[in-house]
């Protein structure tokens, strides 16, 4: 019998952090599925999808605390293997000058269509004419039944203007 749990890794950046987890997994008998890892604010942070045997609990702990020692503060979580409600998936694109609340005028938009956000990722560039900040936001959604693309779309582009952003949703393949 197998089990998935998700470590969730921070700590200061540098050479050998992932190297690092990989060992870890790969001695309790795991198998990386998923990642999610990045350099944030100077800090690596990150989670991992990982499936172990049912006796490889122990010694992933065993080894995920030998990291610890090393500066990279890891939490290992079981994974939810419970099929969510499902939906109709979309994909969102935003980009607009930055300015403070855009991520929470968008979510407050979304939540109470009852639209589950299912992968984020969003960055900061200077623009290349004014040198200004741009934000960027990239978003897998989920629509649940009773909710349209269309009833997502005026929920969007209503509040478009107000944050002053361009705004595309297209269905996910």
Known sequence: MTMRVILTVM???RPGLTQALADAVHAAGGNWLES???RLGGKYVGAVLVELPGEGMAALEAAIRKVDASGLHVVILPADDTVGAGGTPLWMELVGQDRPGIVRE???ALAPLGVNIEDFSSSTENTAWS????FRARARLSVPQGATLDSVRAALEGI??????DLSIIPAR
Do not use: C, K, P, R
């Open 106 to 108: 968008v979510t407050g």
């Open 36 to 38: 999610q890892l990045a």
């Open 131 to 134: 040198g200004e900040l741009l």
């Open 160 to 165: 478009s203007g107000e944050i002053m952003v």
């Open 11 to 13: 700590g200061s950046d």
